[in-house]
């Protein structure tokens, strides 16, 4: 774990280049990135579509590697670590939260938040998973549609699943990928108040991406890439 003067996230000199064919020349995602994120922070990382602001995300959670460079998280150097490695980690420590929900149709709304409980290694029992399910779908308001399917809830109910799968390990860093982009103002601007609150509550780091500059607004510091750059940051003002 880090200690309280080391980053919860650290990139140096993070590139990502992706060879889509060898006769296409590569393309550089995220180019040259360092960045240090707090504990307990919110930052918000914002550019237009095609600046590498998910590709850095999912360098951040683990979901990717970098070509070049390296990243730290939670005190650990985590870049050049096994997938198998790198799965166990962020089943343990980072929790999802996506665009466009990806919740598994066939499963209700409580064998989606405990899906990533089965992946764990020891797994938990039975009776744990489902009560550490159940409290994360009571936490963002939906106790009631534990046994709901997907398409029997709303778009908000269904980030809102997701917000709880992200949540369901107590994880030290919530990251999220445009999570309103699916949903309606009124609907998105309640699921960022949900995301706020569950780091207040439980001391979780937040990172969000998004290009909306309203949600960007709410961080306590933005980051805006370019080009597969950072181009700017801003604390918030206060």
Avoid at 184 to 194: F, K
Avoid at 218 to 234: H, L, W
Wanted: charged share 25%.
């Amino acid at each position: 774990m880090p200690t309280m003067d080391e980053p919860i996230l650290a990139a140096r000199e993070v590139t990502r280049v992706f060879r889509l064919s060898r006769a296409a020349p590569p393309l550089t995602a995220v180019d040259k990135v360092s960045l240090e994120i707090g504990r307990g922070g919110f930052v918000a990382i914002s550019g237009p579509s095609g600046s590498g602001k998910s590709t850095l995300l999912n360098l951040l959670g683990c979901i990717d590697t970098p070509s070049s460079g390296a990243i730290r998280a939670l005190g650990r150097e985590v870049s050049s670590q096994s997938k198998a490695r790198l799965s166990q980690f962020r089943l343990r420590h980072i929790g999802l939260v996506f665009q466009r929900f990806n919740l598994i149709e066939h499963l209700t709304a409580l064998e989606n938040v405990a899906l990533p409980l089965q992946y764990l290694r020891p797994r938990p029992g039975s009776g744990e998973m489902r009560e550490k399910a159940e409290s994360a779908l009571a936490d963002v308001g939906l106790a009631d549609r534990i046994k709901h399917h997907p398409s029997q809830l709303s778009g908000g109910e269904q980030q809102r699943v997701g917000v709880a799968r992200a949540l369901v390990n107590d994880p030290d860093l919530l990251l999220a990928d445009e999570p309103t982009g699916e949903l309606d103002t009124a609907t998105g601007a309640e699921l960022i108040d949900l995301l706020m609150h569950a780091r207040e509550e439980r001391g979780t780091t937040l990172v969000i991406v998004s290009h909306d500059p309203n949600l960007a607004g709410r961080a306590e510091r933005q980051v805006r890439m370019v080009d597969g750059r950072i181009g700017s940051e801003e604390l918030a003002a206060g």
